[in-house]
């Protein structure tokens, strides 16, 4: 008698409320990742830090000095560009008749400038909406060597104002995906300039692993393992923080003693310890190597780094010079080039 009425009860609705689930709780929202800290060096120890009179914003850097990184002494000069003011203008400079970094200096007036990119065959280059030269060549020939192409595997973008990107555009591609990339991506950008190796991936240091990824094939200076691997070459790198500050680096080099050069392994890890950007490209380096400054350097051309195509004993031109190493007119002509004006 007694179940009965429990089970009418029970069948009634009347008995305890069903459970309502609760609604899904809000989703874990990661807290906004911080701007890192910005990384200058300090007077001191190798590094002399300057303002480049007349410019707010624009600070020159060298190094001089037994670099930690490479173990070895160094010159290193840098360019520090603050494009979050608005009067500064960041462009590429094409020539299809080469010249010289001093030249290109002097005739836009610039604040500073550096050598662009690697030979015209090995790279692309669009410049004011119009593309100069699209990777033509497969390889590159170096005497009895035919090395697969292997310069473009990243890229510079630029409207000649202060939008300056630089990208792993090409990451992993071969030299027909590299052109098929590239003619896609030129269509929607004014001015792009390819180059290798990517040193800064958005911080990540990739430019220590780019000789692990090119083995040595062989004995050329062309090889990417050792054209990249040298510990005695000049180099050539843009960078980009995450502040909105362009990077011009040049590094000296073939000079036992005073500036021995330095690896793109170790350049990544220069620039990490010094600089931190998020992004940086290396660019033409050897004895392309140059890069001017105002009020710095050389009185007339303002060329502040030694290049390496005169290594004469005696200066060309009567600048100071150092004995028995290059001086500052050892520059070579290029037909790229990027530099830095003051906006009207």
């Known amino acids: 008698m007694v179940l009965f009425p429990l089970l009418a009860l029970s069948c009634s609705g009347k008995g305890d409320d069903p459970v309502t689930p609760d609604p899904d709780p809000d989703p874990i929202v990661e807290p906004e990742k911080p701007l890192p800290d910005p990384v200058y060096p300090e007077p001191g120890n190798g590094w002399t830090v300057s303002p480049v009179i007349g410019y707010?914003?624009?600070?020159?850097?060298?190094?001089?000095?037994?670099?930690?990184?490479?173990?070895?002494?160094?010159?290193?000069?840098?360019?520090?560009i603050d494009l979050s003011r608005p009067d500064y203008a960041v462009k590429l400079g094409y020539y299809s008749a080469t010249t010289t970094a001093s030249e290109v200096f002097r005739t836009n007036n610039a604040?500073?400038?550096?050598?662009?990119?690697?030979?015209?065959?090995?790279?692309?280059?669009?410049?004011?909406?119009k593309n100069k030269a699209s990777i033509v060549n497969n390889f590159i020939t170096d005497g009895s060597y035919q090395i697969p192409q292997w310069k473009s595997e990243a890229a510079l973008y630029l409207d000649n104002d202060q939008d300056v990107r630089i990208e792993f555009t090409g990451k992993g591609m071969n030299v027909e995906e590299w052109r098929t990339t590239y003619f896609a991506r030129a269509k929607s950008e004014t001015n792009m300039l390819t180059s290798a190796p990517m040193l800064i991936d958005n911080y990540e240091p990739v430019g220590k692993e780019f000789c692990k990824l090119h083995p040595r094939q062989c004995s050329s200076g062309e090889d990417p393992y050792n054209h990249q691997a040298s510990n005695t070459n000049p180099r050539t790198a843009i960078a980009k923080t995450e502040l909105n500050h362009v990077q011009f680096i040049v590094v000296d080099g073939r000079r036992s003693g005073v500036s021995t050069g330095i690896s793109a392994a170790n350049l990544t890890e220069f620039l990490v310890r010094n600089f931190n950007p998020q992004y940086a490209l290396n660019l033409d380096g050897g004895g392309s190597s140059t890069m001017c400054v105002k009020g710095f350097g050389d009185p007339a051309t303002h060329v502040v780094n030694y290049p390496t195509d005169n290594m004469s004993s005696t200066g060309k031109d009567g600048s100071p010079k150092e004995s028995g190493g290059p001086d500052h007119a050892g520059q070579r002509p290029r037909d790229t080039f990027l530099y830095v004006v003051k906006k009207n």
């Open 111 to 129: 604040i500073a400038c550096i050598n662009g990119g690697y030979e015209a065959a090995s790279i692309w280059i669009r410049f004011e909406n």
């Open 56 to 80: 707010d914003g624009i600070t020159f850097y060298t190094f001089d000095g037994l670099d930690p990184v490479s173990n070895s002494r160094q010159r290193i000069f840098v360019t520090d």
